[in-house]
């Protein structure tokens, strides 16, 4: 199984929710920065939300401050984001991964990402 498999996205009308779980495995999730992030066509893929290691905090671009919520469950090995208010220029390939505590790039392979589409 790859390292990181993200779910939960899908069409959803602006102003509406969205759940989206990062399912991870081989690696110590608990002891991870990690992170979401998202691309649209043409763009670079772009760091939106990030959580620290248990206890640590959590940050987040000023475009979805306010309006997403970064979570994790240790346990399960899962980490969250959780949007509200969808706009439709949060429509993007959303990914998840775990980052490097000095730099904050990206540690592991990329997986497949899930799709949000916000559209009326």
């Known amino acids: 199984q790859a390292p990181l498999v993200e779910s939960g996205g899908g069409l959803a009308q602006p102003g509406g929710s969205l759940r989206l779980s990062c399912a991870a495995s081989?690696?110590?999730?608990?002891?991870?920065?990690m992170a979401w992030y998202r691309q649209v066509p043409a763009k670079e893929r772009e760091l939106i939300a990030s959580?620290?290691?248990?206890?640590?905090?959590?940050n987040y671009v000023d475009a979805v401050k306010g309006r997403f919520t970064i979570s994790r469950d240790n346990a399960q090995y899962t980490l969250y984001l959780q949007i509200d208010s969808l706009k439709p220029e949060d429509t993007a390939v959303y990914y998840c991964?775990?980052?490097?505590?000095?730099?904050?790039?990206?540690?592991?392979?990329w997986g497949q990402g899930t799709q949000v589409t916000v559209s009326s």
């Open positions: 991964n775990a980052v490097s505590t000095s730099t904050t790039l990206p540690l592991f392979p």
């Open positions: 081989r690696f110590s999730f608990a002891l991870y920065n």
């Open positions: 959580i620290e290691r248990p206890g640590g905090n959590s």
